[in-house]
């Protein structure tokens, strides 16, 4: 995915706890709904909702620039992401493994 300076998050809505989020990256523009919390230094994402570019086309190493990228810009030690219930491809009606990015020093 390359730097984090490629990559822009933008806040396009909020409401309370549920927050619409843009996210520039160098291979195009996602999209993720979800429910975020910040708990003391820690980022709880939940019920996330991802759109935007084919399946796979970020990949492991481009979700996490993501993450690295979000850590930086708001300043939080971890960040916990649980997937919504899939409504495609495999796995209908599931959600995906929970993930934890922590912050590397």
Do not use: Q, W
Request: with cysteine; proline share 6%.
């Amino acid at each position: 995915m390359g730097p984090t300076s490629a990559i822009t998050i933008t806040v396009e809505e909020l409401h309370r706890d549920t927050v619409l989020v843009r996210i520039a990256t160098p291979g195009g523009d996602l999209r993720v709904l979800c429910e975020a919390a910040f708990v003391g230094r820690e980022l709880h994402v939940r019920n996330a909702h991802i759109e935007g570019l084919s399946s796979g086309a970020v990949g492991r190493s481009g979700l996490n620039g993501i993450a690295r990228k979000v850590l930086e810009t708001y300043d939080v030690d971890v960040i916990f992401v649980e997937g919504a219930s899939r409504t495609t491809g495999s796995n209908v009606g599931r959600p995906p493994r929970p993930f934890r990015y922590p912050r590397l020093r």
